[in-house]
Structures are given as structure tokens and as C-alpha cells.
């Protein structure tokens, strides 16, 4: 599943292409994408995206006459893929060269842009969604979101505040959406690895000073990965066909048997939280 800062590539690589461009059609190849909505076609051909925002992994689509919102999620194979005169480049869930020969059987919908540029929305699974919201309902589910790194909200006061009366593990606290926004199983162990804690330790064992270096690799590990345009474990490329490099920094997710880098310990695996989750026995206590 494409994290946070895989889906921020996406967000600003489709912003630099899709923007001020005018939907000339609308192909529905499947409705359960767009939630079964049947005015989903009418109510944006015609219409121009006029900017995208993310929060968490949801990215929402504001355009310039329909009075709501689209909502998009990738989920756990989701697919945005943007062709023009000059090519076809994509970001989502493991691109292979078999994807860029549209449409195929796993392509939802297509947008026809004025100028012969098309955006292709795939998904193998059906559970990602291009869902219609008024900005009522936008904002009630952008409410239902937590403090993300990398924004206003994401302080330390705010941080603190998310282990208040908690007994559940650092992980799972810290995969919840509801608390903390946009952190990801890849970035919940090398944010653990960095501040030299266990994640399956429950949060009420936390001296305030261990508190304080999640609270700065949560963030640091986050903004590092969308700087080198996040990992290429999920075989994530951007919109503009090049593919994130933070699978080079990964100090021990996916490195189950491999010796730490800092120790020399052999990197441990389990499943936590529902997560295959990594460690240093080491390094973190």
C-alpha cells in the first residue's frame, strides 16, 4: 500500500499536470469506484481541477464550478496514470511496463482532457475510490484525521497530548489515523529505530525524553521521504515517471536478517499491531 509520502509525490506530480485542464469526457468502467454515484459524470465533464490537497493518505480535488469535492484513495493498489502527446507517466501501487497499455482490464475510470491528454484511474482490487462530497462532508471526514508531520497541527504540545491515558503499544498507536495522520507501517519502525525504541512497548512505559525524539523521527523520517520522493519497495513512481530512492535510507523495515548498521545485531521480524514489524533488539529498548 503506498504511504503518506508516496501519495504527497503523486499529489503535487498530478497537480503539475492535470491542473487548469478542462474534462472533455468521462469514461465510468466500473461503479463501485465512484461509490455507484450516478451523477459522477455529469457533474464534472466540463468542469477544470483547480488544485489538490492530501491529508493522511485521501487525497481531495477541488475544481472550479462543482460546488463539492472529489475525494481520491489509492488503498492498497490504486493507480493514477496521466498521458499526453509527450507520453505516459504514473504513481501508485507497483507500476510495471504491463500498466502503461491502456486501458486495460483493471482501468475504472478515464478522464479525457481538452488537448488529447487522458488520466487513467486503476485498480485491481476495487477498493480504492474516487468518491463525490459536499464540502460539508469534506470537512467532517478531513475532521475525523489526526495530527500530521509536516503541518501546523504537528507540535510537540499536540504530540504529547496523543498518549494521554493510552495502554496500547507505540505502533498502534501511532498507525491510527484518528491520532496521528499519514504514518505508515515503513515509517512507524524506522521512526521507532531512530528514537531507539521498541514499537511493541506500550505507550505508559515512554519517559517523556524518548516522547520527544519520536515526536522529531516521526516528522524527520516523513519529510526525508518525500524530499527523495518516497520508497521504491512498493515500486511507487510518480507522475513524473521517476521513482522514489528513501528504500535506500530504510535502516531496518524489510531488513529481517540483515545485521543492523549500527550494532551489527541481526534485524528481527514480527507480526505487531497486524504489521510485520522490525527492530533492532539491540539498539532499541
Known amino acids: 500500500m503506498p504511504e503518506m509520502p508516496e501519495v504527497e509525490v503523486v499529489r503535487r506530480q498530478l497537480e503539475s499536470h492535470i491542473l487548469h485542464k478542462e474534462i472533455e469526457s468521462i469514461e465510468l468502467l466500473h461503479p463501485k469506484i465512484t461509490r455507484k454515484n450516478p451523477e459522477f459524470r455529469e457533474a464534472l465533464v466540463g468542469d477544470t481541477f483547480i488544485a489538490i490537497t492530501r491529508i493522511g493518505k485521501l487525497l481531495t480535488f477541488q475544481f472550479k464550478h462543482y460546488h463539492g469535492f472529489m475525494l481520491g484513495h489509492l488503498k492498497m493498489t490504486g493507480q493514477f496514470i496521466y498521458a499526453d502527446n509527450q507520453g505516459q507517466i504514473g504513481g501508485g501501487h507497483s507500476l510495471t ?17 481538452k488537448g488529447n491528454s487522458t488520466l487513467y484511474f486503476n485498480d485491481m482490487r476495487l ?3 474516487l468518491q463525490l462530497v459536499t464540502p460539508d462532508e469534506k470537512e467532517s471526514i478531513w475532521a475525523g484525521y489526526g495530527i500530521e508531520p509536516g ?7 499536540n504530540f504529547e497530548k496523543i498518549f494521554d491515558r493510552r495502554k496500547t503499544s507505540i505502533k498502534a498507536l501511532l498507525l491510527n489515523q484518528k491520532v496521528v495522520s499519514g504514518l505508515g507501517n515503513i515509517y512507524v519502525d524506522e521512526a521507532c529505530y531512530r528514537a531507539k525504541v521498541l514499537p511493541f512497548r506500550t505507550v505508559d512505559t515512554l519517559k517523556k525524553s524518548e516522547k520527544k525524539e519520536l515526536f522529531k523521527h516521526c516528522s524527520e523520517v516523513m519529510m526525508e521521504s518525500i524530499a ?4 521504491t519497495f512498493y515500486q511507487v513512481i510518480s507522475p513524473d515517471g ?29 507480526k505487531h499491531a497486524g504489521r510485520g514489524t522490525h527492530f533492532c533488539s539491540t539498539c532499541q529498548k
Open 97 to 113: 511496463k504491463a500498466d502503461f497499455n491502456l486501458p486495460h482490464k483493471h482501468t475504472r475510470v478515464i478522464f479525457h482532457f
Open 127 to 129: 477498493f480504492a475510490y
Open 151 to 157: 503541518t501546523e497541527n504537528y507540535t510537540w504540545e
Open 228 to 231: 527523495r520522493g518516497g520508497t
Open 242 to 270: 521517476k521513482k522514489g530512492n528513501f528504500s535506500d535510507e530504510l535502516e531496518v523495515f524489510d531488513r529481517a536478517g540483515q545485521p543492523c548498521y549500527k550494532c551489527g545485531n541481526i534485524i528481527s521480524k514480527i
